[in-house]
């Protein structure tokens, strides 16, 4: 059974830093591109950044651009994402998902297994 459990959320003050991590179990996630959404409360889930299975190609959503890194582990069977220069607007769950189906990697329906989320709250 797969099992992705998202850790490292909390609360910080705008201009503030957090670290997610994205733990497999039962995969080896090093087999498939991660990626990472959010959703804020009322709206739709978004795609915001995601890593192939190599870890040599990445891709951002523009408003996080320059601001959140996603990196791999895959000997630890972890998926990171560095979230700098928090603000207000990055408020949300945060998921990790993993990428089971060709298509763009910001398109949800192209990933399979979804965590549970980490809240990640920016006070201003």
């Known amino acids: 059974q797969v099992q992705l459990v998202e850790s490292g959320g909390g609360l910080v003050q705008a201009g503030g830093s957090l670290r997610l991590a994205c733990a497999a179990s039962?995969?080896?996630?090093?087999?498939?591109?991660t990626g990472w959404f959010r959703q804020a409360p009322g709206k739709e889930r978004e795609f915001v950044a995601a890593i192939n299975w190599r870890g040599d190609n990445t891709y951002y959503a523009d408003s996080v651009k320059g601001r959140f890194t996603i990196s791999r582990d895959n000997a630890k069977n972890t998926v990171y994402l560095q979230m700098n220069s928090l603000q207000p607007e990055d408020t949300a769950l945060y998921y990790c998902?993993?990428?089971?189906?060709?298509?763009?990697?910001?398109?949800?329906?192209?990933?399979?297994?979804w965590g549970q989320g980490t809240q990640v709250t920016v006070s201003s």
């Open positions: 998902a993993t990428k089971r189906y060709v298509g763009p990697y910001y398109e949800l329906t192209n990933y399979e297994y």
């Open positions: 039962g995969c080896t996630v090093s087999s498939y591109a």
